[in-house]
């Protein structure tokens, strides 16, 4: 990769052990960021942080779960002492569940909204106070096209993502003039681990992916993380409260 967009500069990503958290620190950190990787999962975000530091990557794991303040404020201090600054935070933890209304428990759906929405506002927070002393920072959130759209059963989570890109331009407005810009990457199907839950076969999403993207695939988890990187940068200097959406045309008939 040539361009190093991130030299000197310090990231925190959220999510990062595996699917597109992952793809992000690589690339943030490919691009010259030292990268600071959280992740509830302790084995694997260190497992992932090793990984990078073999292809020349300053990259830390810290295990952290985003729906609880503690640990939120201990990883992102923890970061921050370690970097001295935080210039890029990726907030992209996240979960999946399915159901209507009727087939919602309440635990799941606080569960989701725990992680989903409280989790993006709880590591925004603790940045931010760190972006607002050096009056500069980028933020990114993963939000998503499910968001913008009603899907067949995905009441909580379409519900939640529609929560953090609002959430996006909310902020971007908020701290518009204190030198931080905050946008949002929006995809559509992503080929991760994330919608495992859904149980469905390869032969089901193939099809599912098939009906549904005009592009008629995927996106590799390094395309959102492209998207991410182009946001973090100053490439995009100019652009705030943007919530983009990366879906192959789903969102599109
Ligand atoms: N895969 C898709 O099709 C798709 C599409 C649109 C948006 N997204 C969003 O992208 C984000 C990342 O999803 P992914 O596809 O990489 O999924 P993934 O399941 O592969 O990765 C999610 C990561 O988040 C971590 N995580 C879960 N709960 C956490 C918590 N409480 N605290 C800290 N870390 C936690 C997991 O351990 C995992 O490493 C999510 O916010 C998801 O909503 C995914």
């Known amino acids: 990769m040539s361009a190093q967009r991130f030299e000197g500069r310090a990231a925190i990503v959220t999510g990062a052990a595996r699917g597109i958290g992952r793809a992000s620190a690589a690339r943030l950190g490919g691009e ?47 970061a921050a002492d370690r970097f001295g600054r935080i210039d890029v935070l990726h907030a992209n933890a996240g979960i999946l569940h399915a159901g209507a209304a009727t087939e919602e428990t309440l635990a799941d759906w606080q569960r ?21 002393r050096q009056e500069s920072g980028a933020i990114v959130l993963t939000g998503s ?17 529609a929560a953090v890109n609002h959430m996006a331009r909310q902020l971007a407005l908020d701290y518009a003039t204190r030198g931080i810009r905050v946008n949002a990457v929006c995809p559509g199907w992503v080929d991760t681990h994330f919608g495992d839950v859904l149980a469905l076969s390869e032969a089901e999403i193939e099809e599912g992916v098939r009906a549904t993207v005009p592009m008629g695939r995927q996106a590799a988890p390094e395309e959102v993380a492209a998207v991410v990187a182009f946001l973090a940068s100053d490439d995009a200097s100019y652009v705030t409260g943007h919530c983009l959406v990366m879906d192959g045309g789903y969102t599109l008939p």
């Open 112 to 132: 989701m909204m725990a992680v989903n929405v409280t989790g993006i506002f709880l590591t925004v927070r603790a940045v931010l106070l760190h972006m607002l």
């Open 32 to 78: 010259g960021a030292r990268v600071a990787l959280l992740d509830i999962d302790a084995e694997v975000v260190h497992a992932t942080a090793a990984e990078l530091r073999d292809d020349g990557i300053e990259a830390d794991a810290y295990v952290c779960d985003v729906s609880s303040e503690d640990s939120v404020e201990a990883a992102v201090a923890a």
């Open 145 to 161: 096209m499910s968001g913008f759209i009603a899907e067949p059963a995905f009441l909580c989570y379409c519900t939640s993502k």
